[in-house]
């Protein structure tokens, strides 16, 4: 499966995001994934399962628990696709940062005594 395809699903991307914040057990995810989604933890078990073997998603075991944790080969592989595309939006990105550095250079002026 292709990575865009395995992230066009909400509920991968979310358990991606919950995993970016840090290991998780497959109950920890399945608990929020069920609230959130409505789904049952079958169907969570399986989106953790395409999440693995396309290796966005990495276990390991831990007595009963499975610990899970973002996989970093494919997202390498999406920002290296995307660095095509950068050109397109770094420009802006980089004139609101110099924005962003202008305004709060006037604040300090109009603050200082």
Same mark, same amino acid.
Request: net charge positive; hydrophobic share 40%.
């Given at each position: 499966m292709h990575a865009f395809d395995v992230l066009g699903d909400?509920?991968? #991307?979310? @358990?991606?995001?919950?995993? &970016?914040? %840090?290991e998780r057990s497959s109950g920890e995810v399945s608990s929020v994934v069920r609230k959130e989604f409505g789904i049952s933890q079958p169907a969570v078990s399986q989106h953790l399962r395409v999440l693995r073997e396309a290796g966005f998603a990495v276990v390991r075991p831990d007595g009963t628990r499975r610990l899970y944790s973002v996989g970093s080969a494919p997202l390498q592989e999406i920002d290296a696709w995307l660095g095509r595309f950068r050109r397109y939006w770094t420009p802006h990105l980089d004139a609101l940062a110099t924005e @962003? &550095? #202008? %305004? /709060? /250079? &006037? /604040?300090r002026t109009e603050e200082e005594p």
């Amino acid at each position: 499966m292709h990575a865009f395809d395995v992230l066009g699903d909400p509920v991968r #991307r979310r @358990i991606l995001e919950l995993l &970016a914040d %840090g290991e998780r057990s497959s109950g920890e995810v399945s608990s929020v994934v069920r609230k959130e989604f409505g789904i049952s933890q079958p169907a969570v078990s399986q989106h953790l399962r395409v999440l693995r073997e396309a290796g966005f998603a990495v276990v390991r075991p831990d007595g009963t628990r499975r610990l899970y944790s973002v996989g970093s080969a494919p997202l390498q592989e999406i920002d290296a696709w995307l660095g095509r595309f950068r050109r397109y939006w770094t420009p802006h990105l980089d004139a609101l940062a110099t924005e @962003i &550095a #202008r %305004g /709060r /250079r &006037a /604040r300090r002026t109009e603050e200082e005594p």
